[in-house]
């Protein structure tokens, strides 16, 4: 049988006039997409592309299968020169795939005739012909592709796979064919939205949650004012008692809305990679001086191991390190028993794997970042080791997500907000950085961070401050 030119009004027009005749079969299209040929048909690909725009193709797919013939060659086709549609096709990201059938009432009769690099990946589609219920399960899915094959509906379903990885889609079926015809062709086209739909929930949650921390100081506050104005007017032991409840949720809330504002900074940012070098050690140095008072407080001393200045240098913003060792250091003494004892130790030039090891082999241990690191680069880590409660185990994964605070942990009166490590997690992230916790309960925790070290050095001689080490290093960079 001769290969039948076949040309569609429509697409010519939007091809700009040339009658494209279709002279490859659909096999032919999932073979030269599953050999990766660069140069398919360009007539027949440009109009499967035309159709995936959303063009009706009249495509016989009986005729085209009854005339099988091999690939065309890979030579290219001079005279039509075009965009490369059978690459773009079989490159597209999301899974593409046309799906014929014969018969309506046979469910089992349908098939795939082309399928791109995504598609068989994720269905692990190995040949042309093989069965669409063997690749796809969802019902309704099905029956979208069924009412595009034979009822000439478009339509697009959204549904979930299950197991421990469970992803949210979205297909999209439409027909390729029209009804009119015996053999009937559709396209299924697959997208991931798990992503989307994730980030839409953590939105929500997020706002949620931020909402209800900040109504309980406020609904407190207007209880007091409303004490104050009622039985509590003329007693002044009273009155002292509740300005000074007051003062201290009205402190929480600014610290919630700091925290928060610190946040959204934070993670405006976070892909833009850091400037500067930070000596960990100057910064650790600041840092527990300006934590003096609240340690001298609760009577907690520090136990600083710290290497000279200029030893571990790292690339980052001074800023946003030094929040993070503040929060860190700040954890350390708040979650202390009075008298404590917390230890600042830092790490230069250790491998990825040295950095995020353990410690102490007994204790309970988990990664809260772990970076895409280079091959050989090096980085340098800080610990903060408390000798406090100590987390339980199944505390440690949910320790950097928003207002997660482990329950019944005293912490004095400055009590959290539960948005510190989240903080420290999102710096660390775009420092390209680690975070670790290892704890065993009663015991103490460790909490430690590593990021790489800066490339252009180590900073030779001394200065006369930290600042003047920083800044001599920030000049430098
Ligand atoms: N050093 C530590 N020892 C024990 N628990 C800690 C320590 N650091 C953090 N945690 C727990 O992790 C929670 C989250 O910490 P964080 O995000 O800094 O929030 P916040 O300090 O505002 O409560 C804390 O509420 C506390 O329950
Ligand atoms: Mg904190």
Do not use: C
């Amino acid at each position: 049988m001769p290969p039948e030119n076949h040309s569609d009004p429509i697409l010519t027009r939007l091809l700009g006039g040339a009658a494209l005749p279709l002279t490859v079969g659909p096999a032919a299209i999932l073979t030269l997409a599953a050999t990766g040929a660069a140069q398919v048909g360009p007539a027949l690909v440009a109009a499967l592309a035309a159709a995936a725009g959303g063009l009706y193709l009249n495509t016989r797919y009986k005729a085209a299968q009854a005339r099988l013939r091999p690939a065309p060659t890979l030579a290219p086709a001079p005279d039509r020169s075009g965009p490369p549609y059978g690459v773009i096709l079989e490159h597209l990201p999301d899974p593409l795939m046309v799906i014929a059938a014969e018969e309506a009432d046979d469910l089992t009769g349908r098939r795939f005739v082309f399928a791109n690099a995504a598609a068989r990946e994720l269905f692990r589609i190995q040949r042309e012909g093989t069965l669409l219920v063997t690749a796809m399960r969802n019902p309704q899915v099905l029956e979208a592709v069924d009412e595009a094959l034979f009822g000439g509906i478009e339509r697009a379903v959204e549904y979930e796979t299950g197991g421990t990885q469970g992803r949210s889609w979205i297909a999209y079926a439409r027909p390729l064919s029209d009804t009119s015809q015996v053999s009937r062709l559709a396209m299924l086209v697959l997208r991931d939205e798990t992503d989307a739909r994730r980030s839409e929930r953590t939105r929500a949650d997020f706002l949620a949650n931020a909402s209800h921390e900040l109504r309980t100081p406020l609904a407190s506050l207007s209880g007091f004012i409303e004490t104050l104005r009622g039985h509590a007017k003329d007693d002044p032991g009273a009155r002292d008692k509740f300005l000074g409840i007051m003062l201290a949720q009205a402190e929480r809330m600014s610290r919630l809305i700091d925290d928060l504002m610190s946040l959204s900074r934070i993670e405006l940012n976070e892909h833009i990679a850091p400037l500067g070098r930070v000596d960990l050690a100057m910064a650790a140095i600041d840092v527990i001086d300006a934590l003096a008072p609240q340690a001298k407080e609760k009577a907690v001393a520090f136990d600083p191991v710290l290497p000279p200045r200029g030893a571990a240098v790292v690339e980052g913003d001074r800023d946003q390190i030094i929040q993070v060792i503040q929060n860190l250091i700040d954890n350390a003494i708040k979650y202390t028993p009075r008298g404590g004892v917390v230890r600042v130790e830092i790490f230069p030039g250790l491998s990825a794997d040295a950095a995020a090891s353990p410690r102490d082999p007994a204790a309970a241990r988990m990664s809260l970042l772990t970076p895409d690191h280079a091959a050989g680069e090096r980085y340098a880590a800080l610990r903060v080791t408390d000798r406090g409660p100590g987390l339980a185990r199944e505390h440690l994964p949910r320790l950097t997500e928003r207002f997660y605070r482990v329950e019944g942990q005293k912490s004095g009166d400055r009590s959290g907000t539960g948005l510190g490590l989240a903080i420290v997690k999102h710096i660390m992230n775009r420092h390209r950085g680690g975070l670790t916790v290892e704890s065993v309960q009663g015991e103490g925790a460790t909490f430690a961070f590593y990021i790489p070290m800066s490339k252009s050095g180590a900073l030779a001689g001394p200065g006369p401050s930290a600042e003047a080490a920083v800044a001599e290093a920030e000049a430098e960079a």
